[in-house]
């Protein structure tokens, strides 16, 4: 029985990561590029054992770290990867477009993200009564955590539209896109986890093509320029405590999570809604006015079915976004997030008939060509591990 999530815990798979009693065996495959396994201290929890680093262990304090990441990534097939990568690149590619649209007749972005939360909150409500899925019992550490990531992912949006109104477009998004740079070094300072170089390698021409892609007027000023790194580092923690919060020591499924922080998150997102003035410049026009002035926007009922079915696709697109994360691991969904990039360009030249130069032609073909390089290296890594061998580690708790 587990106690902490209050219901019977399902019997373990045979190809299971942990084989048997969890108190007795760990089984970790080892690989050709995977370090040789050694016991974990933060599994052990053991108080006595001192932290490889000072960064790790401010993180093991503060996050209750388990390097359990790369572990569960490992037991995940390909095409199942695969099928997860897709559905978001879906969800994703529809949500930008339908905002893009939506924006024209609905001009309050803080406001319709706020509805994104809360259809995220109400459509988690309503899979919560129907059974598919229970809350966990949280100590207020736990608790602790969450209220963090909640702003921790409030930081995020904010830094981007802030440093949006300081840097153009394109400085933006090359700065935006060097993420996967700061997720290695996250793995690297804080769970002393390394890849393969072809791995580095592949990611080289998807920042590069990123930069020739959206290639225009780079231009910022100072303060903008940090803000937007400070964005890129915050987009790679957000991205990677998403991912330790479904397969580290707390283990919460994608549903519990955006139901714990969604609340939270709209309202982090209506204050600043209010504090940049959009609270006050909404006005709402009743339904039955048929020549409105022309500086307001009418509330039709096309446009509230709109944006509700704006809010449901943005709730599918938050489960698929954590479901994704947790399959294929944080390094993943920020090459991914970078791919879309140039997905997005490619759905408003087909769609929109924007203009693309051969600059920007030449950079899309060649984050195309870097996310196919990435993506043949992680099914080769996959592969290498499959083959090798399963070793028991005995569990320090036994």
């Not at 569960?72 to 969800?91: E, G, M, N, S």
């Not at 070094?185 to 892609?213: C, D, K, M, N, W």
């Not at 225009?216 to 998403?242: H, M, N, Q």
């Not at 997005?344 to 073909?365: E, P």
Request: contains cysteine; positive net charge; aromatic residues 10%.
């Amino acid at each position: 029985m587990d106690h902490r999530r209050g219901r019977s815990s399902p019997p373990p798979p045979t190809n299971s990561l942990r084989d048997g009693p969890t108190d007795h065996f760990i089984h970790i495959r080892v690989g050709v590029d995977s370090p040789t396994p050694t016991p974990f201290n933060t599994m052990a929890r053991n108080s006595s054992d001192e932290p490889s680093s000072p960064i790790r262990g401010l993180a093991t304090r503060v996050f209750d770290v388990v390097d359990m990441d790369h572990l569960h990534a490992r037991v995940v097939p390909v095409a199942d990867k695969c099928r997860h990568l897709a559905l978001y690149f879906a969800c994703n590619l529809g949500l930008t477009v339908w905002n893009k649209v939506l924006l024209e007749q609905f001009p309050y972005p803080s406001l319709l993200t706020a509805l994104h939360t809360i259809c995220g909150f109400l459509g988690c409500h309503i899979l919560l009564h129907r059974g598919y899925f229970k809350l966990s019992h949280l100590t207020n550490h736990e608790n602790l955590i969450l209220y963090g990531f909640s702003l921790l992912y409030a930081i995020n949006i904010a830094l981007s539209n802030v440093s949006l109104n300081l840097v153009t477009i394109p400085f933006h998004q090359v700065i935006r896109a060097t993420t996967p740079v700061f997720t290695i070094l996250i793995h690297r300072l804080i769970y002393s986890e390394a890849y393969p170089v072809q791995t580095y390698l592949s990611l080289f021409p998807i920042i590069v093509g990123v930069g020739l892609a959206t290639y225009g007027d780079y231009s910022a000023t100072l303060l903008g320029f940090l803000l937007t790194l400070t964005g890129a580092l915050t987009a790679a923690v957000k991205t990677v405590v998403t991912n330790r919060l479904q397969t580290g020591s707390l283990e919460l499924p994608a549903l519990e999570i955006l139901y714990r922080l969604s609340p939270l998150a709209a309202g982090y997102t209506l204050l600043y809604a209010w504090y940049t003035g959009e609270l006050s410049s909404f006005r709402v026009t009743p339904f039955h006015r048929s020549s409105p002035p022309p500086t307001d926007k009418p509330l039709t009922t096309n446009l509230v079915l709109a944006l509700l079915g704006n809010g449901i696709l943005a709730f599918l697109l938050n489960v698929v976004s954590f479901t994704a994360n947790k399959r294929v691991g944080a390094l993943t969904m920020t090459v991914a997030a970078n791919l879309k990039q140039i997905l997005t360009i490619l759905v408003g030249v087909l769609g929109f008939g924007f203009k693309v130069g051969a600059c920007n032609a030449i950079g899309m073909i060649l984050t195309l060509s870097g996310g196919a390089w990435y993506g043949h290296v992680e099914v080769a890594k996959e592969g290498s591990r499959r083959k090798a061998p399963l070793m028991p580690l005995v569990n320090p708790r036994a």
